[in-house]
């Protein structure tokens, strides 16, 4: 049984990671013909990238999750409705920029999905005390968690394969931690799905990156992992490994004076000088993870994107080891 | 000389210690007893833990600046 479950896993990455790799070209293509670009800020001189690779995302991990569920039951229909709700939300900011207090209550929307399907759990694992009762208090939790995360994971794919390279280790330890607990089939699946076209993306999004994620690729990944947290059962797990973009997303805001888009910010972060980055000296710009990460002096965008990818890394063992302590209390 | 990958797992590391304390004190409080849902006594365990985890995230939010100007900018 272990063993089927596991080649699953190995099959859905491999037609995912397959299927992204088309289908995110072709969201290149689209992109260019619609002059959906963006302008990669830490490249000198003005360097304009496609920038809904995201959509080839959505496309592999939903093919990929319904060729290989044998039905679409509850489980099934949330953990491709509530990414792909998270996705066209994004996709719309893509095309016209949201109102940047409207935008987290209408990433909260995909939360809504999992409550009208009731596929949730209200008794989280929480560590060294066991299943908590929350039946009142989890359904405002996890519709906040959406956002909450959609922001934070946003918040993170500020450079050249960041978004990759973060998601990457969250998701694939989530699928041991899944196995242990015995998750739904289709949670599997899903998780394989997932870092399938994550895998695919990063060949794009790498630097220097052919194309960047959009809002509709963060909103995806986030939405996904929040949907597998909770019909896994695993919510702690997830999140002690987003706490780095978590963090992120609380300084900033904090340090931006509230919910602001990033766009209309006049003092940026980091200074970009002969393609590298710096800290900027002036202590009121902005502190991002970008920020404390090029204090040790001027450092390119791809060593950025891997230190990024290593603090996921190290988050998602902390979390690891959060779930063995809790796990069976 | 340490850099400021090493020095933010240092800063991931306090703040997981910290989580893992406030969760498991939050999870304490508010499942004490199963039968307080939706009474007076109930409510009042959820906002203590709602408090609890307010002052945890202002705490972290003053470290994380704490870190960057005081050992991240050295």
Sequence with gaps: ME?????????????????????????ISLAQKLKLLGRDVHKPGTVLVPKIGGLGMAVSYSATLIFLSPRIDAVTLTLLASPIASAAIGLSEDFRELNPVLKPVLLALPGLVVLALGTYDPHPMIPFVGK?????VYPVLLVIAYSVVSNAVNSIDVVN????????????????????????????VAEASLLGSLLGFLFYNRYPARTFGGNVGSNLVSAAMVTF???GGFEVFLLVALLPAILNEAVVIVSMGGLKSGK????????????????NPDLSAPLTIVRMLSTGGPVNESKVARDIGTLSLFSSVLALVTFLVSWRV | ??????????????????????????????????QEAGTLAGLLRLLAALALFAVWALWTLMLVQFWYIRLLRR
């Design chain 1, 229 to 231: 947290a909770v019909l």
């Design chain 1, 132 to 136: 908590a009762r929350l039946t009142i």
């Design chain 1, 161 to 188: 394969g960041s978004l990759a390279l973060f998601s990457i280790p969250i998701v694939a330890l989530s699928i041991p931690v899944s196995l242990a607990l015995g998750a739904p089939a289709p949670v599997l």
């Design chain 2, 1 to 34: 000389m340490v850099g400021p990958l090493l020095k933010m797992m240092a800063l991931i590391l306090v703040v997981w210690l910290s989580l893992v304390v406030v969760l498991a004190s939050v999870g304490l409080i508010v499942s004490a007893t199963g």
């Design chain 1, 264 to 279: 209309g910010i006049v003092k940026r972060p980091v200074l970009v000088i002969g393609g590298l980055i710096r800290d």
């Design chain 1, 3 to 27: 063993t089927q479950k596991l080649l699953t896993v190995l099959a859905g990455v491999a037609i995912s990671l397959i299927l992204a790799l088309g289908a995110v070209r072709l969201s």
